[in-house]
């Protein structure tokens, strides 16, 4: 079976702070490991994945993740905050056995102070 | 380019009524998902079509639950008989394939409320 735990559902940041948002992972199969953000009232845009390759992952406005399988983690780095980045966090694992089905964490609500 | 579009943006209806839902994947994409975001929760995975084939609808939670996609490009949701659990955002997504590792591209979601 498949899942996802976001161990944090808010974390609250100064802005110019580093982020780190935690996921913990379950899969039977070699996953494939993703990170969304939701702003409010929008759908979900991809930040990052990671399928097999490299795994520290780079994504688009400045965040990192590290597969770490050892630890079944993708943790979500970012080592400074803008107020730009306050929403919604989505962690997401998919097998190649369920059709590429993506089952999601709860997610972790993030806040930028300024 | 186009992204995943979705409409209506908004849907109220009274209980008991029936709705539909409708997706505009992107085009070219051959695999299109629906989930159902229950506030302050995560997706939850609905149904999966490839091409006009829906291969696993093991998420619908209902039979007042009901997918299409006949020409392999747009698809519909319909919820029969609404109930207030339904309320609810319903999230379509799209990928080119069905290759592990695709990324899933969202619309912005139909936030339906039952009365």
């Known amino acids: 079976a498949q899942s996802v735990t976001q161990l944090d559902s808010h974390v609250s940041v100064s802005e110019g702070t580093p982020v780190l948002l935690r996921c913990n992972y379950s899969s039977s199969y070699s996953p494939s490991l993703f990170w969304y953000v939701q702003h409010p009232n929008k759908g979900l845009q991809l930040l990052l994945k990671?399928?097999?390759?490299?795994?520290l992952v780079k994504g688009i406005n400045g965040f990192e993740a590290e597969f770490k399988k050892s630890e079944t983690s993708f943790h979500l780095t970012k080592p400074s905050a803008h107020m730009s980045d306050a929403a919604e966090y989505f962690c997401v694992v998919s097998v190649k056995n369920t059709g590429n089905q993506f089952y999601f964490g709860t997610g972790t609500s993030l806040t930028v102070i300024p | 380019g186009a992204g995943v579009s979705q409409s209506p943006r908004y849907k109220v209806a009274k209980r008991g009524q029936d709705v539909a839902l409708r997706c505009d994947p992107i085009s070219g994409h051959v695999s299109l998902f629906w989930y159902q975001q229950a506030l302050g929760q995560g997706p939850e995975f609905l149904t999966y079509f490839q091409n006009e084939a829906q291969l696993d609808k093991s998420g619908l939670p209902s039979d007042r639950f009901f997918a299409e996609r006949p020409e392999g490009s747009v698809s519909t949701l319909k919820i029969q008989r609404t109930q207030q659990e339904d309320s609810a955002v319903y999230l379509c997504a799209s990928s080119l394939n069905r290759g592990l590792g695709q990324p899933q591209h969202f619309g912005d979601g139909t936030r339906l409320s039952i009365l």
């Open positions: 990671y399928t097999s390759a490299a795994t």
